[in-house]
């Protein structure tokens, strides 16, 4: 994304500014899938936008469909699962200190007590066979090396566990209860209400002592999240390329997904010092949409980027001109700019460039002086003030500094 602003000529130099984001996604912060469910993909495999989805019945009958773009419904007049693979090959490891955020928003019509009617699992598909099309049944052989985390609740009434999947003994996947070892419940009621849209969510983090998994459901009459948290010492289950749904035809009419967002990121606070990911989560406490909180995103209409703000300490909400962001002056003969620095940023970096022709740029010593950094109020932030180094007999110079994905 590029702001290119020209300011003004003296005699026979011209001036120029150019401010330059270079980043396509979120520092520290890797999108796995982004999707919306956009008609006609229900079956593509275009990651991170779209996943294929997979409808299964207990008698192999397909049940996912679309009645109309933004959401898919699977049909429970029987045992019923979908599937998909978010990844396209390897599944997506975790390294120390590092955590999968799984959200998936989703509707249930029908809903009534039923114990352990509804399943959702974030598992590892890597030492069996993946899934390539619909009516593979709930139990189908190729299940049988999954393992993972899933999270089990009844939709009309109380309990609400988390279990794990190590034993590969028995081929089914989420429909048989009894090969999931059950580490933590919740008695708390998660009552499923008729068009209403719910949030379930995984966070895997792996630690030093092995994982911590959560599993939780939020939204519509509950007034908090119904959360279950277990810290699996010693766990090796740190891998996941696949997530599914398993409903109980006696438990629900119908379940649909209306999205599904996974990022991989670092722990809140490993690395310390502010970042873009805790920068969203202040400005945007309840927004989930890319559209408005992306870091190409410029959810207040000025055109400035959600990134850029951030490297600036600028408000989203808030148009922006581009004297907010830098400021550039004659002075000495030579062009300066001075930009405001955020203090501690691991994940972006200001690079100060100049150019005579708008299509070589030069950064270093030699092409840009550093000329003061001053504190600002409030300890976040720095000022820069430098200068552009071109020859006396270039007729124009141009100035801008560019924020690079560090």
């Not at 982004?34 to 275009?46: K, N, P, S, Y």
């Not at 679309?66 to 898919?72: D, F, K, R, V």
Request: hydrophobic share 35%.
């Amino acid at each position: 994304m590029n702001t290119c602003q020209f300011l003004r000529t003296r005699a026979a130099l011209t001036l120029g500014i150019l401010l330059l984001i270079a980043s396509p996604a979120a520092m520290g912060t890797t999108v796995i899938l982004d999707e919306t469910f956009e008609e006609g993909q229900r079956l593509a495999q275009d990651l991170p936008d779209t996943a294929a989805w997979y409808g299964s019945s207990g008698g192999g009958d397909p049940t996912l469909s679309q009645p109309a773009p933004g959401i898919i419904t699977m049909d429970t007049t029987e045992n019923t699962m979908l599937l998909t693979h978010f990844t396209d090959e390897d599944p997506a490891s975790l390294e120390v200190g590092e955590e999968l955020n799984f959200v998936f928003e989703f509707q249930m019509e029908g809903a009534v007590d039923r114990i352990l009617a509804v399943r959702a699992g974030l598992l590892d598909s890597s030492e069996g066979e993946r899934v390539t099309d619909d009516a593979q049944g709930t139990g189908h052989s190729r299940f049988q090396p999954y393992t993972g985390y899933a999270g089990f609740f009844n939709p009309g009434g109380t309990s609400m566990t988390l279990r794990e999947r190590t034993d590969l003994t028995d081929s089914s996947l989420i429909s048989r209860a009894g090969v999931w070892s059950s580490h933590v419940s919740d008695a708390t009621p998660v009552i499923i209400n008729e068009d209403t849209t719910y949030t379930g969510a995984f966070r895997i983090a792996r630690v030093e002592e092995g994982v911590s998994a959560t599993f939780s459901v939020s939204g519509g009459d509950l007034d908090a999240p119904v959360e279950v948290n277990y810290e699996d010492a010693g766990s090796e289950l740190f891998s996941f390329d696949t997530f599914a749904v398993w409903i109980n035809r006696e438990g629900a009419d119908s379940f649909s997904l209306t999205s599904v967002h996974a990022t991989m990121r670092p722990i809140d606070g490993e690395p310390p010092g502010p970042s873009f990911a805790l920068w969203q989560e202040e400005h945007f406490p309840d927004e989930t949409d890319p559209a408005i909180i992306g870091p190409e995103a410029a959810p207040s209409g000025d055109g400035v980027a959600n990134l850029l703000k951030y490297a600036f300490g600028l408000d989203p909400w808030t148009p922006s001109a581009l004297g907010d962001q830098v400021e550039a002056e004659f002075a000495d003969g030579a062009l300066r700019l001075s930009y405001r620095k955020r203090i501690g940023a691991e994940d972006v970096d200001y690079v100060p460039e100049v150019s005579t022709d708008l299509s070589e740029w030069h950064s270093g010593p030699e092409n840009i002086e550093e000329l003061s950094i001053n504190p600002l109020p409030g300890d976040e932030f720095q000022r820069i003030t430098v200068r552009a180094l071109v020859n006396a007999d270039e007729s124009r110079a141009f100035l801008r500094v560019r924020i690079p994905e560090n």
